[in-house]
């Protein structure tokens, strides 16, 4: 039968017998598996982040081109979908019993105003709050707060507010040894230069292990007691695995050397967290003095 007989009775065009596929290019097809292993490492990634981290790794690819490669290879970024806050009709629904309800003569309605929790949390739960302003933030630090957070500053500029939060315990009455000290910083292991490159606004703990455990040291002698610092060149998992376990290894060696050098007794922790992404670690430090 005639090719032309052929594609009327199948109802194609012509040409379309004619057609050869083409096998895809060599780089296509190491594009896909990089992106399926970056998938694999993160399946939470969309094509948005797939195609940020190529970027960022020196491959040209705009969004849309991810995207369509994910959706040929059948794989989507997990998120919630639709309907998640969709109540369950099987749940029982309490209505506002005063809706329709004027509150017309004494004791017809009661409410609860400031209500207090007895018995009360054995021991309290401690509040904290972060911040350095001084004519709002730290008078709230000193009304409410049992723990306070200097974040991303040297060791002058957090001697000079803890002064001006002493000042402000002093005017309502309030002991400022009452309120625990915290720090929240960066640790660069890198150049510094290229740290102060990275942050110019936030203050960098710049060096080795031991060159970190000194500048902390200074703030433990102003009365810090909790340490919690992210590490700016903190390497993705992708990466290499020596310098992954190189920065976990610098992180206790840190906190060996402060706990040395503050006599803190062996109760002091050091926990490890990776981020979403693999780019920070985050070191939390507990001295008890």
Known sequence: MPLVAQAALRGVSRASLYYQPVAPAPE????????????????FYGSRRIAAVLRCEGTTLNRNAAQRRMREMGIA???????????????RVYPYLLRHTTSAYPNHVWGIENAYCEPRPDPPIALLAGGS???????????HADLWNGA???????????AVL?????????????????YYGLIDLSDAQAAAGQ?????VLNGD???VARESQAFIALGVRHFMVCFTDFPSPRRSAAVHLGCLACADTVV??????????????????????????????RLRL
Do not use: N, W
């Not at 302003?133 to 009304?143: A, D, F, T």
């Not at 002493?166 to 915290?182: E, F, L, S, Y």
């Open 28 to 43: 296509e097809v190491a594009l896909k598996h990089h992106i399926d292993a970056l998938y694999t490492e993160s399946p």
């Open 77 to 91: 970024g997990i998120a919630p979908g639709p309907h998640t806050s969709k109540r369950c009709l099987e749940h």
């Open 133 to 143: 302003g001084e004519k709002k933030i730290l008078r709230v630090v000193v009304k």
């Open 152 to 162: 991303f500053s040297t060791s002058e500029a957090f001697a000079h507010k803890q």
């Open 166 to 182: 002493a000042a402000h315990c002093h005017a309502i009455g309030r002991d400022p040894r009452q309120i625990v000290r915290t």
């Open 199 to 203: 942050a110019p606004q936030m203050h």
């Open 209 to 211: 292990a031991e060159q």
């Open 256 to 285: 060996d050397v402060v706990r040395v050098r503050a006599c803190v007794r062996p109760e002091a922790k050091a926990l490890h967290f990776g981020s979403r992404g693999g780019i920070m670690a985050i070191m939390f430090v």
